[in-house]
């Protein structure tokens, strides 16, 4: 059993649709990675969280560190957004990320 | 922020050739880098942690004879693919964190590895 699970896998939306993608590991953690990847491959680091809420532009992620559980939203989705989105998680004293399989999110305009 | 640049961006290869992939970071020193391959549709995989001045430490089932791994500097992790075959085409992709024992990691824009 994967340490991280994400889902959902696949997910097409609407341009304009509020997108959630969820996150859940089974591992104590410091911190909770989530990172975008675009089809040419390269990624980028979103979110680093470790409590709470974070919000970036029209990108929120939430964590809820009891139930082991984190949320990446995205709000008034746009084609641009179509890209993997992929939860990462160092599990406690270490700096070695634990991915999960990623999101394939796709925006239709 | 931070930054991480990996040369080349893109590599063909002949079967039975070596190939270096380098990854600076260009704004701050990291004393371990990360290593990644990344096959279609499927999520990273880490290789082996570089360590600055030191052996790197590979993942089960990584062969270190194969996949050279050097550390030169506090800026520079270079990962050689020896004697690479048609299986070893993949994405490769760097990381490194900021600081000692920091969990804000910094990642390479990647490496597409084709081997012909």
Request: hydrophobic share 35%; with cysteine; proline share 5%.
């Amino acid at each position: 059993k994967n340490e991280v699970e994400q889902s959902p896998q696949n997910l097409t939306a609407q341009e304009g649709e509020f997108i959630t993608i969820n996150c859940s590991y089974s591992v104590g953690i410091s911190a909770l990675h989530w990172l975008q990847q675009h089809p040419g491959g390269g990624i980028v680091s979103l979110f680093m969280l470790s409590s709470g809420k974070k919000k970036h532009g029209r990108l929120i992620a939430t964590i809820n560190i009891q139930e082991k559980h984190s949320s990446l939203h995205i709000t008034a989705s746009h084609p641009r957004d179509s890209a993997v989105y992929i939860c990462a998680v160092p599990p406690f004293g270490n700096e070695k990320l634990t991915f999960g399989t990623g999101t394939r999110l796709t925006i239709i305009p | 922020g931070a930054v991480v640049s990996q040369h080349p961006s893109r590599v063909i290869c002949k079967s039975g050739t070596s190939v270096k992939i380098e990854c600076r970071s260009l704004d701050f020193q990291a004393t371990t880098m990360f290593w990644y391959r990344q096959f279609p549709k499927q999520s990273l995989m880490l290789m082996a942690t570089s360590n600055e001045g030191s052996k790197a430490t590979y993942e089960q089932g990584v062969e270190k004879d194969k996949f050279l791994i050097n550390h030169a500097s506090l800026t520079l992790s270079t990962l050689t693919v020896t004697s690479a075959h048609p299986e070893d085409s993949s994405f490769y992709i760097c990381s490194a964190p900021q600081g000692i024992g920091s969990y804000e990691q910094y990642f390479g824009p990647g490496t597409r590895l084709t081997v012909t």
